[in-house]
Each structure stands twice: as C-alpha cells, then as structure tokens.
Nanobody, 122 residues
Framework: QVQLVESGGGSVQAGGSLRLSCVAS????????MGWFRQAPGKERERVAS???????????ADSVKGRFAISKEIARNTLNVFLRMDSLKPEDTATYYC????????????WGQGTQVTVSS
C-alpha cells in the first residue's frame, strides 16, 4: 500500500503561481510513475503531468499546461516526493488537484491522494 498526501493548494489571482507537494509513503519501492491529475466541477478528470521514477527525462504534460507547469521529483530513503510548480495560472486551472502513483505492475495510476483545491480568480 502507498499513502499519498498533497499540500500547497490555495487561492491565487490569474497570473500567479502555486507549488503543490505530494509525499508518498509506504510501499514506494514498487512505484514506477507519479503524476498530478485535476478535476473541475462538471468535468472529467484529466492528467496534468506525470513523471517516471527512474527516468530523469520523462515528464509529460497536458497541452493546456505546457510551458506553465513543471513536475519534479525527490527520492528519499522512505518516501517519494513529487512537486508541481504552476506559473501563469489561469481561471480555467481552477480544480481539485490529485496526486497519483502507479505501481510498476499496473497499467494505470492506482493510488490516489485526497486532493487539494486550487482556485484561480480573474
């Protein structure tokens, strides 16, 4: 089992920045990818960014956030830390952001955090 805890959400004006953090603990040894997803009211959940644990050049981004968001990771002895730096925020970035992890044996992300709210006002 893996536990994911997000932090760093909040309210910001358009053009502002936020940095989300996610700490993964538990059976982190068998996680191959981590990512950030978001879901706005009435919309489907979408993948914002993801990164492979063992590859330094693997970040992928949704087209809507390319050039504005940056995902990074920090591998510690007993935890995995994933960050999402969000710059030039837009009102359409308003959503609940979720941290997720994927086991190496899984096809999809199968561990999820509780979510953190990001609100961008115009």
């Amino acid at each position: 089992q893996v536990q994911l805890v997000e932090s760093g959400g909040g309210s910001v004006q358009a053009g502002g920045s936020l940095r989300l953090s996610c700490v993964a603990s538990g059976s982190t040894w068998n996680q191959c990818s981590m990512g950030w997803f978001r879901q706005a009211p009435g919309k489907e959940r979408e993948r914002v960014a993801s990164i492979d644990i063992g590859d330094d050049n693997s970040p992928t981004y949704a087209d809507s956030v390319k050039g504005r968001f940056a995902i990074s990771k920090e591998i510690a002895r007993n935890t995995l830390n994933v960050f999402l730096r969000m710059d030039s925020l837009k009102p359409e970035d308003t959503a609940t952001y979720y941290c997720a992890a994927r086991r190496c044996s899984a096809v999809t992300f199968d561990y999820w955090g509780q979510g953190t709210q990001v609100t961008v006002s115009s």
